[in-house]
Each structure stands twice: as C-alpha cells, then as structure tokens.
C-alpha cells in the first residue's frame, strides 16, 4: 500500500477527534504535541500509558492503526514492542530464583547443558546473571536470525558457532540470542513453554488481557496497529516481522491499557493489586546497574546525565536528577519505550507504529510529570535525524572510492550458484535466475528479493527489488576458490564486531536409488589393506578403512561420494565402458589413495 505524503499531511487534522485528552493538568497540551510530533516524523500513530503512585493517570492514542481505512488507535490497540520483551522472561527467571529453582551466579549450564559457547571458559563459568546484563562477550550477530525460518532450539544450536569479540565480562555488548536462551531456560525448568509461562505468571495475574506474543495471534486482533515504513515522499504498509523463534528477546505485542498495569507494578515494588507478581529482591536487583553500557556523558539528548548503565532487562540512567529506568525496542514498523521512574513512582509507555516519535513523547510527559522545565524535544530528536539523513547523504561513497573499474569474475555466473554453510548462521542459497544471480538467505528470499551485482573481481554486492538501498555500504559478498580453482566459498561482513564470515559452499546431494549402489558394493585392495564398501540397513552406502569408524558416503556426482563427517574428503569410483567398478581413490587434502576392487 502506497499513501502519498500530500494525502497523509491531510488527514493530519483529523487525529486529534480520535484522541481523549488526558484530563491531568500537567499534561495539558500533550494532544497538540503529539500530533504534531506525528507529522514532524510522518507517522501514523502513537499509544500512551502514564501511571503514578498506583494510578493510571492516563491511557490512549493518537492518530492511526490502519491510515487507508482511517482506524484510530486506542489504548487497546495492539503494537509490537520488541525488546520490551526482556524484562518480562527475565522477570520469569527471578521468579524461579525465589522458587530456589535457580541461582542467578551459578552458570547457566547447570540449567541448560545444551547451550553452548565458542569459548571453553564462557562454557564453564557464564551465569544467567552474566546473559541478563549482556556481558557474555557474543556481539549481537542479530543476522543469525533477523529473518530466520530456525526454530528455537535450531538457533540455540548456533550460538556455539558465534564468534565472540570479547571475553566474559570484559564489556557490555547487547545481544538477543541470550534471552532467547533464558526462555529456553524457564521451559527446561518448568516443562511448559516460554509463552505458557508468560500467559501464567504475568499476563493474567496483571489482567493484560490484549497482549500476545505471535504474528499469527497479532494478525487475529480486531485492534491491532499494521505496521508502517515513511520515506521523504510516502508512507506505506510493510508486513510483520515473525520473530517468534527469538521470541522471549522481543516477540510481545500489548498495548497502552496492558503496559500501564505492567508500569504499575514496576513502581510498586512488584505488587500488583496488593499481590506480588515480581519479587521485590530481584526487582531491586533489576533496577539496580549491574554493567556499565556506555560513557554516561551529558549530550544535546540529554544534557544533565549522570551515569548510564545496564541492569537485568533494564537500563539505567539519570534524568533531570532523576534515577531511570528504560528499555526500548524496535521490530520492522514499531519503536516502542517503557521506562519509569522508582523514587518518582512514575512510569511512562510510548509506541508508534513508524520510526522514532515514542522519545520525543516520552520526554515530553517525563517533563511534566516530574515538573522539570519544558526543554525542545520536538525540535531535539527531529534535529538528530534530520542531521544524520544529511550526513549519510554527503557522506562519501566508499563503493565508488574503491570499486576497482573494468574488471569481470572469474567464472561464469552459473559456477557461483549453490547452496552455501556458516554453521553459526545457516544456508545461503545462490540460484541463478533470468542472468541473474539471486541470494536466498535463511529461506528469505520471497521477503527480501536480493540479487547480486558485480562490484570487482570475484566480489558482488547484495541489491534489493522491495527495499530502496544504496551502494554507499551495500553488503558484499567476496567468493573465494579452492586449489582446483573451484568456487568454494564466500567471505561476508555482516557482524560488525568480528571479522568476516566465512559461508561455506555444499556439495550437491544427489538422491540416487539404492539399487545403483549395489555395483560399488567389495571389498577393495589398499596398500595391502582390504576397504569394505557395503550398505547398512537403510540403504545409505557406507565405507570401512581397517583401524577407523565406518565412514557415510553422500553421493555429489556420477561415481563421486563425499565423505558426510570429514569436509573436503570424497571417494571416487572408477568404472569402465561396461559400469563395472574397477576401484575406488580416496580424494584427500593431503593427496590421493587409490584402492583396487577385489
């Protein structure tokens, strides 16, 4: 769906019929502010919850959910809220703990053996703590599964392949694959799922009765907000992103009714309704720093900050001599932020359905509420962006500057199609489609629709039909070959904190009928050794080398098996005019051996 930007500037005046104002006098002219906000940014519209003191001092929205059928949004409308996620499963976990369930300090693979790290000593001493307050030393590789088809569990088998870029403790680096594997936790301690847990423990007992946590619950929801890009000329309507498999770092759609009963009990030391749903201990834990996460120098966003750290789930700030606490997020189409204010009983939660209006807003209210004196934040955050778009747009083209001209690959377009492994980030598909070369990445590609250009040499950048993209700092792809001369391989910079990634191509699997097989079948002579070649009882085509394990043979050619558990191994057999096997070579990196049939 395509709006122009001339019709959607119209429909401006129409928001602020479908908004109540808040009838607290500190907040008057919020209805003003935020619609003006809203076109500043070009968004649709915002949710709002304010609560103080064990009140909901105000909940609602502004503008719309659906712009074409000019649907308002309500304070039940249904957003996405992204990493807002974290401090409910890490509530979850401190729920467990009380329990004596768990330990906090103990590592988490007394809990989850099946996690693995690259690292022999992040294996044997990360804590849960350590996950919660994002110190693991694991970058956020978030491309691993931004996108993905992996399953949960297919994920947590990814992180022993993930490069880490500092060592345990050494510094605060964000990371989701850490609370998704805390979910993974709750569910090997409870025997119930991430969302039966969440369902039980939090959403009902709190009475956020709207909020869910699936694209497909989402998509059921009569009040839900579509999710919506803008660029300098339109705005329109993009699908959900599922991010269901990493779902307990950021899978939750609520809305403002939900989240202001969530704040509430934040500021009231975990009780809600003279309940207690969080454990007061771990709530102070939570709130209190546990890593330092940046400078906590003062700047133009905010100029009178005081420290700025990381807690469990939460960060932690100074704001206007005030202590905060704040967690954003951000999934396609959403920004979202929850954030109160402990010594203040004050708690604050703002969504939009487009870009970044949610902290202009938040400050806004922050400001009243807490009676500090009006600051810009319209004129603030609008100056940030403006600034970084014109920076971006001046800024030089580093693919003009180093693209080497004139120059052709080294192989035709059809030697670089197949399928290509990074264990810590699944398969990339290189297919080859009206001459062009397509890329497929983590079965993507029907969302994404890239294609590779020629940029030099063997490197090609990724090009997309759906997303406006530049060639300022397009993604490249660097094939690499073998000592055949072969393409083998390519080199991909896609995590920043740590070198390149290397994507391994696949041999081709051919499916063979098991009767075919059956002329390999003997005994072979090597060295005066006897090869067995045989087929076990499913019928895959096995060899046994005296003094070794029994080797699976996967057939990639006509005569030619590779070795399944030994890359750049492979066995070739040689057969003559009549398809009688004469005898088999073992293709090694070290050389070749070959094996007369007996």
Same mark, same amino acid.
């Given at each position: 769906m395509r709006i122009i930007l001339l019709f959607f500037l119209a429909i401006q005046c129409c928001i602020t019929s479908y908004a109540q104002a808040p009838t607290d006098t500190r907040l008057e002219g919020l209805d003003t502010f935020v619609n003006r906000v809203l076109e500043d940014w070009k968004a649709p519209g915002i949710s709002i919850a304010v609560v103080e003191k064990g009140k909901v001092i105000y909940t609602g929205g502004f503008g719309f959910r659906n712009v074409e059928e000019k649907l308002p949004v309500t304070q039940h409308t249904l957003f996405a809220i992204g990493s807002c996620t974290k401090a409910f499963t890490a509530s979850m976990i401190g729920m467990l703990e009380k329990e004596g369930k768990l330990d906090l300090d103990k590592p988490v693979r007394n809990y989850l053996p099946e996690l693995k790290f690259k690292n022999e000593y992040t294996n044997a001493h990360c804590t849960l703590r350590d996950m919660m307050c994002h110190r693991t030393g694991l970058p956020r590789h978030d491309y691993s599964w931004y996108g993905s088809t992996a399953s949960r569990h297919q994920l947590l088998e990814r992180i022993q392949y993930l490069e880490p870029s500092a060592e345990l403790r050494e510094k605060y680096q964000y990371n989701n694959f850490m609370f998704m594997s805390l979910g993974v936790?709750?569910?090997?301690?409870? /025997?119930?799922? *991430?969302?039966?847990?969440?369902?039980?423990?939090? #959403?009902?007992?709190?009475?956020?009765?709207?909020?869910? !946590?699936? +694209?497909?619950? =989402?998509?059921?929801?009569?009040?839900?907000?579509?999710?919506?890009?803008?660029?300098?000329?339109? %705005?329109?309507?993009?699908?959900?992103?599922?991010?269901?498999?990493?779902?307990?770092?950021?899978? %939750?759609?609520?809305?403002?009714?939900? !989240?202001?009963? *969530? =704040? =509430? &009990? *934040?500021?009231? $030391?975990?009780?809600?309704?003279?309940?207690? %749903?969080?454990?007061s201990g771990y709530r102070n834990q939570a709130i209190t720093m546990q890593m330092a996460s940046g400078g906590g120098l003062p700047g133009e966003e905010n100029p009178d900050i005081h420290l700025f750290g990381y807690g469990l789930a939460w960060g932690v700030s100074s704001y206007g001599g005030h202590y905060r606490v704040e967690h954003s997020g951000g999934i396609d189409g959403f920004i979202s932020t929850t954030s109160f204010f402990p010594s203040d009983s004050l708690g604050i939660f703002v969504v939009s359905n487009q870009g970044g209006p949610s902290n202009s807003v938040r400050n806004f209210i922050a400001d009243r509420m807490l009676g500090i004196a009006d600051r810009n934040w319209r004129g603030v955050l609008l100056k940030q962006k403006n600034q970084f778009e014109s920076n971006f747009k001046t800024s030089p083209n580093q693919d003009s500057l180093n693209q080497i001209k004139n120059t052709t690959p080294s192989h035709p377009d059809s030697s670089y199609t197949g399928s290509y492994e990074n264990k810590g980030y699944g398969i990339a598909k290189i297919f080859l489609e009206n001459d062009t070369l397509w890329i497929d990445y983590n079965e993507a590609g029907k969302r994404t629709k890239s294609y590779l250009q020629h940029y030099h040499y063997d490197v090609f950048r990724t090009r997309s039909t759906v997303e406006k993209t530049d060639n300022k700092n397009a993604t490249k792809l660097n094939f690499q070959t073998d000592?055949?001369?072969? @393409?083998?391989?390519?080199?991909?910079? %896609?995590?920043?904190? @740590?070198?390149?990634?290397?994507?391994?191509?696949?041999? &081709?699997? #051919?499916? +063979?009928?098991?009767?075919?097989?059956?002329?390999?079948?003997?005994?072979?002579? #090597? !060295? /005066? $050794? &006897? @090869?067995?070649?045989? =087929?076990r009882g499913d019928g895959t085509l096995m060899v046994l080398v005296p003094g070794q394990p029994d080797y699976?043979?996967?057939?990639?050619?006509?005569?030619?098996?590779?070795?399944? @558990?030994?890359?750049?191994y492979e066995v070739h057999f040689e057969v003559n005019d009549e398809h009688k096997v004469l005898s088999l070579s073992f293709v090694q990196p070290n050389g070749t051996f070959k094996a007369v049939k007996q």
């Open positions: 936790v709750i569910e090997k301690i409870t /025997g119930k799922s *991430w969302e039966q847990n969440l369902e039980e423990r939090i #959403l009902k007992p709190l009475k956020m009765d709207d909020t869910n !946590m699936s +694209i497909a619950a =989402l998509e059921e929801a009569k009040d839900r907000s579509l999710a919506y890009q803008s660029t300098e000329d339109e %705005i329109k309507v993009i699908p959900y992103r599922n991010i269901d498999a990493i779902g307990p770092a950021g899978s %939750i759609n609520s809305s403002a009714a939900d !989240m202001s009963n *969530w =704040l =509430l &009990t *934040w500021i009231n $030391n975990g009780l809600f309704e003279d309940e207690e %749903i969080i454990p000592e055949k001369g072969n @393409v083998s391989a390519f080199k991909i910079k %896609i995590e920043p904190a @740590v070198d390149e990634l290397v994507f391994v191509r696949q041999a &081709t699997v #051919l499916d +063979i009928d098991p009767n075919d097989l059956e002329k390999y079948l003997g005994n072979y002579n #090597l !060295m /005066g $050794n &006897t @090869v067995k070649v045989y =087929l699976e043979l996967v057939p990639i050619g006509t005569d030619q098996f590779k070795i399944k @558990v030994a890359e750049g």
